[in-house]
């Protein structure tokens, strides 16, 4: 009686199984299908934070502090080995310069100066050093591969800026050459050199003198730059960039070395932080020395578009050319006048007076040099990392060079290696940059190349570029 029982129950194992087969395959497909649904949700959220969110400068400042990681490992402060209270002692056996009795710059400023320089802070004073922080402009990495490169809360343009770091002066006592000035305003500056320094000691500083004590100079010069030299191994790139640029006939800045010690009241005292390029400041200065009047109209632009014409009102070109010295009413409605006529003449009314406006010998000297050493961090790009000025001899534009430490092939963002290192002086734009100097028809001049200013050889060179649309 047992046996058909249990022959029955064999008909109910089938649909059994099926119903298991089902059941594992349902699971299945929803675990796929959220799966699925995890990963586009994610994808969507990161899309937005990157686009208007901060994923973009969170990623910036880890892209450049990692960067920068392996050519600034800092030596361990204090030595192995030190006791409390023992002096420590600064072993350097190069010459120790005297910057007493230095009448001008161009004694402060040789290639080969190695000068000792220090910053000391009171611990109230430290506190006010560190970068106040700003709301990060969200989505300032365009899909067009430009970037936008001020963010109207900071006072300065720049990256650092746009993710969210503005820089205070802070009252320090300075000593160069052995010459002690106190009370003079210190503060970081930069913008990858900063950023690829975050969590640095070595960061870029910047020196004013006259801030807080008016009539105080040294060698001429009251305002002192000191890069960190974060992102050249060689540390070279800049001082041999300016003295290409010097020797082309472009004007450029003159520099020297520093080894920067840092003291902060409670905490240490003469801290070496290591070799810094000090590079001659942008400012009346300069223009005095260059072009015989303070009066000179000097402009550090970040744009992608110079000479857009933005309409007659002054403030709207302001934030974007960054005056560095003081602007009359009438250089300002020279820049004006000059960015009306760039966008809006026609192509023969602007080859018949193109060069009633720009000096196109300089200008061609200024270009064949950044072709020559490859150096696309700045006015062949991304729109920065170049200043303007009006000749008060010509009352016409030219250009100057400025942060070359990305030179010689070394602006990583731009194309490959083999690319940089053959650089055309007839195309030399690249990506996003298209009209770099935004002109239909830029110039065809004749000018003499890098190869006659830097080797003795003579060649001419044609330019030709697209105005802005």
Known sequence: MDAPDSLDLMPTMKPMRGKRWKRWLKIFAWTVGGGLLFLLTAAGVLSYLWLHGPLQGWFVERML?????????????????????????????????????????????????????????????WKRMPPRRLNRVPGFMKSDGTLLLSNTNASRNGLAGVVGYDFDFAAANFELGGVRITNVAAR???????????????????????????????????????????????????????????????????????????????QFEKRPLGLYVMVENLDEEFCEDRFGTRKTALFKPVTYTLFRDLGDDWSAYQRVYDPKTRITQAQQRRLIETARFVTRSTDPEFAGRVG??????????????????????????????????????????????????????????????????????????????????????????????????LAGRSEGVIIQQKRWN
Not at 72 to 86: K, M, N
Not at 89 to 118: H, K, M, V
Not at 119 to 125: A, G, K, N, Q, V
Not at 398 to 420: A, C, M, Y
Request: charged share 20%; aromatic share 14%; glycine share 8%.
């Open 65 to 125: 502090s990692d960067d920068s990681r392996s050519l600034h490992e800092e030596r361990l402060w204090p030595p192995p080995g030190w006791r409390p209270g023992e002096p420590l002692s600064d072993t350097w056996s190069g010459p120790r310069l005297s910057a007493a009795g230095l009448t001008s710059a161009g004694q402060l400023f040789q290639t080969t100066n190695i000068w000792i320089a220090g910053l000391e802070f009171s611990e109230e004073s």
């Open 188 to 266: 970081f500056k930069g913008n990858g050199t900063f950023l690829s320094a975050l969590h640095r000691w070595k960061k870029p500083l910047k020196v004013n003198l006259n801030k807080y004590t008016q009539g105080r100079e040294l060698a001429g010069r009251e305002t002192f730059n000191f890069g960190n030299l974060s992102s050249d191994a060689s540390c070279l790139s800049d001082s041999l960039s300016y003295e290409a640029f010097r020797l082309a006939g472009v004007p450029a800045c003159r520099t020297a070395f520093a080894r920067m010690f840092l003291s902060i009241q409670g």
């Open 356 to 453: 009633d406006f720009f000096d196109l010998d300089e200008f061609a000297r200024f270009l064949a040099a950044l072709v020559w050493m490859s150096s696309y961090d700045g006015f062949l790009w991304n729109g920065q990392n170049f200043a303007i000025y009006i000749d008060p001899r010509s009352d016409k534009f030219g250009f100057i060079p400025w942060d070359l430490d990305n030179s010689w092939g070394e602006s990583s963002g731009v194309g490959t290696v083999e690319q940089r290192q053959q650089a055309s002086i007839r195309h030399p734009w690249v990506g996003p940059m298209r009209p770099a100097f935004a002109l239909k028809r830029f110039y065809q001049a004749r000018a003499a190349s890098v190869e006659e200013q």
